[in-house]
């Protein structure tokens, strides 16, 4: 039987899988800055969902993510779930790396 760890050091093993995973690395990082965010506070989707004036499925896909432009948040929405956690927006471009 083959671990989870195993099988993802073997997926990384192969340029194309680490093409796509490097490509959504922006994503998984936002992503687990906004549930750190909501824990931190400690507050339920239901919760940011009533200080944004909007539904909890709406955080629930805010959450979620997606990677299609379709459920990709705008920096509005980004700011609203900032302020509903407690925190600021805060955005930053970075050199890429040769």
């Not at 959504?24 to 936002?30: G, M, P, R």
């Not at 800055?33 to 931190?40: D, G, N, Q, V």
């Amino acid at each position: 039987m083959t671990t989870h760890d195993n099988m993802i050091k073997k997926w990384k093993e192969d340029p194309a899988f680490m093409a796509e995973y490097e490509a959504l690395e922006e994503e998984f990082t936002l992503l687990d800055e906004l549930l750190k965010a909501r824990a931190k506070a400690n507050m339920t989707q239901e919760d940011v969902a009533r200080a944004m004036n909007t539904k909890a499925p709406a955080v629930a896909r805010i959450e979620a993510g997606g990677g299609s432009k379709k459920h990709s948040p705008s920096i509005a929405t980004l700011r609203r779930y900032a302020k509903a956690v407690g925190c600021r927006l805060k955005i930053k471009l970075e050199p890429v790396k040769p």
